[in-house]
């Protein structure tokens, strides 16, 4: 069979683009990556409207990426802070690479705006891909094969 043959909304990407389908869902998760955690900061930082981050975060905790946290200051009413769940936190990869694709081919002149690094030593951080086995695979490298969990295109 070829991949063309078989279909698509099975497929793990199509179900992930789902979830994180728009600019704003990405950079929201980018700030809540950064440490933005408030509703407030998060909408003075993105620069989006209220009812935009409200559906884009629902969305997110409907899909177990966030979690609602109620928070007090200081007598005033309870308010919301959005923590990424373990299934968000494993998304970092996802933003590295487009970070890393961002940098590579959109940078200006000047480079990066920010460069990603690790806390312990200070060196860069990149993702590359690496089988099971250790070795580099990308490009030619690497394939898609479909398990029994895929299905042919016009199957129920």
């Known amino acids: 069979m070829r991949w063309a043959d078989y279909d698509s909304e099975t497929c793990s990407i199509a179900?992930?683009?789902d979830i994180l389908h728009d600019r704003w869902t990405l950079l929201l998760m980018r700030d809540l990556i950064n440490g933005v955690h408030?509703?407030?900061?998060?909408r003075a930082h993105l620069g989006v409207s209220r009812d935009v981050l409200s559906k884009r975060l629902a969305a997110l905790v409907a899909a177990?990426?966030?979690?609602?946290r109620s928070y007090q200051d200081d007598g005033e009413r309870a308010r919301a802070a959005y923590h990424l769940t373990e299934a968000g936190r494993e998304l970092q990869p996802v933003l590295v690479a487009l970070l890393a694709w961002g940098d590579k081919y959109l940078a200006g002149a000047a480079g990066p705006p920010a460069v990603l690094e690790h806390i312990g030593c200070g060196a860069a951080v990149s993702v590359r891909l690496v089988c099971d086995r250790g070795h580099e695979a990308a490009g030619a490298h690497v394939r898609l094969r479909?398990?029994?969990a895929a299905r042919l295109r016009g199957e129920s």
Request: zero cysteines.
């Open 15 to 17: 179900r992930s683009v």
């Open 38 to 42: 408030r509703f407030e900061a998060l």
């Open 64 to 68: 177990g990426v966030v979690e609602r």
């Open 146 to 148: 479909p398990t029994e």
